[in-house]
């Protein structure tokens, strides 16, 4: 794509080395333009891809809705099928592998296709899937209207990327996206053979995409680790067993060019053996006979020719085994170590990247030698290499193979040459966006390589391209890892631009919470930069975000304020028990009144019914029962009778039905609440009491129930009043006054001359006495005091014959300095031993 608005021009350089090509008049004045913009058609919307400051969307004007788009002609689906093989690699060409032992499974294919049924193909890596596809999609070119249509799975896990790729291959729309309902009504119409190759979703999503296209019949190709498609999808399983013996030889004498001797003909027994018959092996076995071959030749011509006068003649000749089985069924270490160094760069290359191969055009640039771009087509001929869609990836198990011997030493190294050369690559003028959309997986995997500044100025370069070669999972994937990076690097401005074209690109898909929320961060980064052009276009793309809003709430389904014809009128909800087997179908509602003229709730028909009703008793709430009371049996409700609610409505004299939402809650919450309406009389079918239960029994059992609940409140509130007057008791002494506060004594405090001085006596706090039933309130600024023990204290020890002497307290709390007097004074004195209170004579000797 030009950098001009609207213009394509392709002058990418053939061998695409490490200059481009010369700009032609027309794209002179495009190259010094400051940026590549393009306009799409995104569903409702109107895109502009704008580099510098963002993408700018708006919605389409009347009069610009694109017309139904024309479904291609078999040319033009020719061309573009031709475009998605793999790119001719340069140099001879390389014959073509002959299809062995698979004529019944094409057979079988092309039948169950032709019958318009869909159809699994289960194999191994290396078990010949893509070669069957191309034998059978030969077969298949006239089956189907829209004829053969040829996708790629690899890394797709839901199916709508598949879907817009279908779109684009049988609709002539290229600068068109349609939206969700759109495209779903245009690939209904498509009626095609779709070769899906390399699948790699199964379940759910694949039935989505089956559903999606009910007049299409698939050929899916998928390893036998791929998840299953559902029992309902109805798809056929056929599985690519490996080859025979016969077959393995003719494919093994077939890439190597000759006849086999009897020792190689032994070993490729063994191959077969140890590989299960995969073809694969037996072609990267030729590729290590050729070498073989190779290596012994030149060791050959070495020994007839004759050495110069400073040369050294060889002592003894180089001949080289046969490789061993081990090396033959793992045999990419053993490859890649007789390839030539470009090659082996390359494959240093692809393991940096997650095992994706550039295109060969890049390879002269990333590796340094002008030749490298023919090292594709030897890695390719030793079956190190396998097509992937447009381009090649290394084959199953080689990458690991690989770095198990120091390829992926150099992988930061390599993935940081790749990042930089692809940010200039994607960023020049004469690239077009289908260019870079086909290199899209290696551009990605060197993203993810990368280093934060790399990483930014790539991602910077290759979003506008994926946005316009409508590449989007590839362009969301680029913004995501883009913003990432940017954050790591403290680049405020890339950072901000990232995530307006994830709120752009949200937007696009009509996911508007996603798309709200990364607008907002973007203005919020560009305020802080005084970005005004960028806070303006983000602006205009959320107020789109709060349009798609408002339509979506106004499309929403109202309230229902019409109340349900057939209620009854009472205002309460009436349990109806009705046996189950004598139940017969109820009667339709009766009709109910418009709308616009609501009847009364009182006057609607009630639901008719023939069987007979009986409405339940409320139950009361049970009391507890005296101990020795005699209950009266309860008895049991069938387990068929079904209860029947009847719904709550709220009564009103309103005689119009309510319009607005206040007057909905207005009738259903009035501010004058109006009594409630007599209750309807009982009727005369109440149940007869049980026998032996006299009428008036009820009203015994509750009047039982309240007096046991009463002595049991009043227990407990006697109690926590004698709780609450008790004190803690010290830890030891004879005998402790119970007087609240301590007074001077008028007697005479006995003192020896030995004895030490009597402490003074400490106050203690006055008791407050709390009302029976009330819990004293703790004084503010003061802990609660501690619950005593209703446990009794143990005995206290025998104090000695001398004058007891109060200690000292040990505690926090309080207590009163028991005093001695110094005649024979009865003192009451109260222990901590339940609620017993002794008497205790205190002596003075």
Request: charged share 20%.
């Amino acid at each position: 794509m030009d950098r001009t608005h609207g213009q394509t021009e392709r002058h990418e350089q053939p061998t695409g080395g490490s200059a481009p090509a010369a700009p032609t008049a027309a794209a002179t004045p495009a190259a010094a333009g400051p940026a590549r913009v393009v306009s799409l058609t995104a569903g409702g919307f109107a895109l502009t891809v704008n580099p510098v400051d963002g993408s700018e969307i708006e919605p389409l004007r009347p009069g610009t809705e694109p017309a139904r788009p024309a479904k291609r002609a078999a040319a033009d689906r020719a061309a573009r099928a031709a475009a998605a093989r793999p790119p001719v690699l340069p140099g001879p060409a390389a014959p073509a592998r002959p299809l062995l032992e698979r004529e019944e499974e094409r057979e079988r294919l092309v039948r169950l296709l032709g019958r318009g049924r869909s159809v699994r193909l289960t194999g191994p890596s290396g078990s010949g899937r893509s070669a069957l596809l191309d034998a059978v999609a030969d077969r298949c070119e006239g089956l189907a209207p829209d004829g053969v249509v040829r996708l790629s799975g690899y890394g797709q896990q839901q199916p709508g990327e598949l879907l817009h790729a279908l779109y684009a291959a049988v609709y002539e729309a290229d600068q068109q996206r349609p939206g969700r309902a759109e495209l779903l009504a245009r690939v209904r119409e498509i009626g095609a053979v779709v070769l899906l190759d390399d699948l790699e979703m199964g379940g759910s999503a694949l039935d989505e995409l089956m559903r999606a296209t009910p007049e299409c019949a698939y050929l899916l190709a998928a390893t036998p680790d791929t998840r299953a498609p559902s029992d309902d999808s109805h798809v056929e399983e056929v599985f690519l067993g490996g080859l025979g013996k016969a077959d393995c030889l003719e494919l093994l004498e077939a890439g190597v060019g000759r006849a086999l001797t009897d020792e190689e003909t032994a070993w490729a027994g063994d191959l077969r053996f140890a590989s299960e018959g995969l073809p694969l092996r037996f072609v990267q076995a030729a590729a290590l006979l050729r070498q073989r071959d190779e290596l012994n030749h030149h060791a050959e011509d070495d020994e007839e020719e004759e050495p110069g006068v400073f040369e050294e003649r060889p002592r003894d000749a180089v001949h080289v085994p046969l490789p061993t089985l081990a090396e033959g069924a793992a045999p990419a270490e053993l490859l890649a170590s007789r390839v030539s160094e470009s090659a082996r760069a390359a494959l240093r290359i692809a393991c940096a990247l997650g095992g994706e191969l550039p295109h060969h055009a890049h390879l002269p640039a990333l590796v340094g030698d002008t030749h490298a771009d023919t090292a594709v087509a030897e890695l390719l001929a030793c079956g190190l290499l396998t097509p992937v869609g447009t381009r090649y990836r290394l084959a199953s198990g080689v990458a690991r193979a690989l770095e198990e011997v120091g390829y992926g030493d150099t992988a930061s190294e390599e993935a940081r040459t790749a990042a930089r050369h692809y940010a200039w690559w994607t960023g020049h003028a004469s690239v077009v966006p289908e260019r870079v959309a086909a290199e899209a997986d290696a551009v990605l995997a060197a993203l993810a390589g990368a280093d934060v500044v790399a990483a930014v100025l790539l991602a910077r370069t290759a979003a506008p391209a994926f946005a316009a070669s409508l590449h989007w999972e590839a362009w969301e994937r680029v913004l995501r890892s883009g913003a990432e990076a940017a954050r790591k690097a403290g680049e405020v401005a890339e950072q901000a631009y990232f995530h307006h074209e994830l709120g752009v690109l949200a937007l696009c898909e009509e996911r508007l919470d996603r798309a709200r929320a990364e607008l907002e961060t973007s203005i919020g980064l560009r305020g802080a930069l005084a970005d005004k052009r960028g806070t303006v276009a983000g602006r205009r793309a959320l107020a789109l975000v709060v349009d798609g809003e408002t339509a979506g709430a106004a499309a929403s389904p109202p309230l229902r304020l019409e109340a349900p014809g057939g209620v009854a009128a009472a205002g309460e909800a009436v349990t109806v028990a009705t046996p189950a087997a004598a139940a017969p179908k109820a009667a339709p509602l009766a009709k109910a009144a418009p709308a616009a003229k609501a009847a009364p709730v009182a006057k609607a028909a009630p639901v008719a019914s023939e069987a007979p009703t009986t409405k339940v008793a409320p139950v009361a709430p049970v009391a507890p029962v005296a101990p020795g009371a005699r209950v009266a049996p309860v008895v049991p409700v069938s387990a068929e009778a079904v209860t029947r609610m009847t719904p709550v409505v709220p009564v009103t004299g309103r005689s119009d039905a309510p319009t607005t939402l206040s007057e909905v809650f207005e009738d259903a919450f009035p501010l004058n609440p109006k009594p409630a309406p007599p209750a309807a009389p009982r009727p005369a079918t109440t149940p007869a009491p049980a026998p032996g239960r006299r009428p008036g029994g009820r009203r015994l059992v509750l009047l039982a129930g309240a007096g046991a609940l009463a002595v049991v409140a009043l227990g407990t509130v006697v109690s926590l009043a004698l709780s609450s007057s008790d004190s803690a008791p010290p830890e030891q002494g004879p005998a402790v006054s119970s007087t609240p506060a301590v007074t001077e004594s008028a007697t005479t405090t006995v003192n020896s001359g030995i004895d030490p001085a009597p402490e003074p006596p400490v106050s203690a706090p006055p008791v407050e006495t709390s009302a029976p039933g009330q819990s004293a309130a703790p004084t503010p600024g003061r802990s609660p005091a501690r619950t005593p023990s209703r446990r009794p204290s143990p005995t206290p020890p025998k104090s000695p014959p001398t004058t007891p002497v109060s200690p000292a307290p040990t505690t926090a709390d309080p207590s009163p300095t028991p005093t001695v007097t110094g005649e024979p004074t009865p003192t009451t004195t109260t222990t901590q031993t339940g609620t017993t209170t002794s008497v205790s004579p205190v002596t003075d000797r």
